[in-house]
């Protein structure tokens, strides 16, 4: 079973802070995935990484910032925690399949993490 | 703007009946689908995958595609109290190796 770890369930931090969220999967999957997910927006996703030390920008990357030094671990970065960044944090991996319908490499089925609640007060 | 749509919800349907949930999505060159559940305060896990045009059962699920339409359903026969969740649609866009789209998930209550 694919297993995707996060380090923390719960985590209060005050204004100002810097947060460091860790997340680590075992099925040596190339790509790892930040979401958050508040009421009524859905999932949205921060930042992605298709390779060690490869990052991209998802939907809402600003005030966050991730590292991913090694192909099991994705690190995401709340460099000064504000109190609009208080909402659920959920990591995902997976693999992507060798040819897609237009001959392309797809990311295929994701799977996420536990989550992390993370209150900024 | 590629979006995946579904209806927020909360549908209602009694204990044994069957629910039916429905997305829309708007990119013609997608080809993977996926539903994921997700319980009040857990992370959304995998349920069904499907990628041909057609049925796909497996167990009470089954989901539903049509292409040419650009939507995809899931079905739950008998259903029950435990069903009772958000259930999230995921497509893959097909334009190479971009993250899965996920819609903003329906909200099933199964009343016993």
């Known amino acids: 079973d694919v297993k995707v770890t996060q380090s923390s369930r719960y985590l209060v931090k005050r204004t100002g802070e810097k947060v460091f969220l860790e997340c680590v999967q075992d099925m040596d999957h190339e790509n790892m995935f930040w979401y958050r997910q508040d009421p009524g927006l859905g999932l949205r996703l921060i930042y992605f990484?298709?390779?060690?030390?490869?990052?991209e920008k998802g939907d809402i990357p600003e005030g966050y910032s991730v590292s991913r030094e090694k192909k099991e671990r994705f690190s995401l970065i709340l460099e000064s925690a504000s109190t609009n960044q208080t909402s659920m944090y959920l990591c995902a991996s997976s693999t992507s399949s060798g040819s897609g319908s237009l001959g392309l490499r797809e990311m295929i089925v994701q799977f996420f993490g536990p989550g992390t609640r993370l209150t900024v007060l | 703007q590629k979006e995946v749509e579904q209806n927020s919800g909360p549908l209602s349907v009694p204990e044994g009946a069957i629910a039916s949930l429905n997305c829309t999505y708007s990119?013609?060159?997608?080809?993977?689908f996926f539903w994921y559940r997700q319980y009040s305060g857990k992370s959304p896990e995998l349920i069904m995958s499907?990628?041909?045009?057609g049925d796909k059962e497996d167990g009470r699920f089954t989901a539903q595609l049509n292409k040419a339409s650009q939507y995809v359903s899931l079905l739950i026969r008998d259903s029950q109290p435990s069903d009772s969740a958000t259930y999230l649609c995921a497509v893959n866009l097909g334009s190479g190796n971009t993250p899965l789209v996920f819609g903003k998930g329906t909200r099933l209550s199964v009343i016993a």
């Open positions: 990484s298709y390779d060690v030390k490869m990052k």
């Open positions: 990119d013609r060159v997608s080809q993977s």
């Open positions: 499907i990628y041909s045009n």
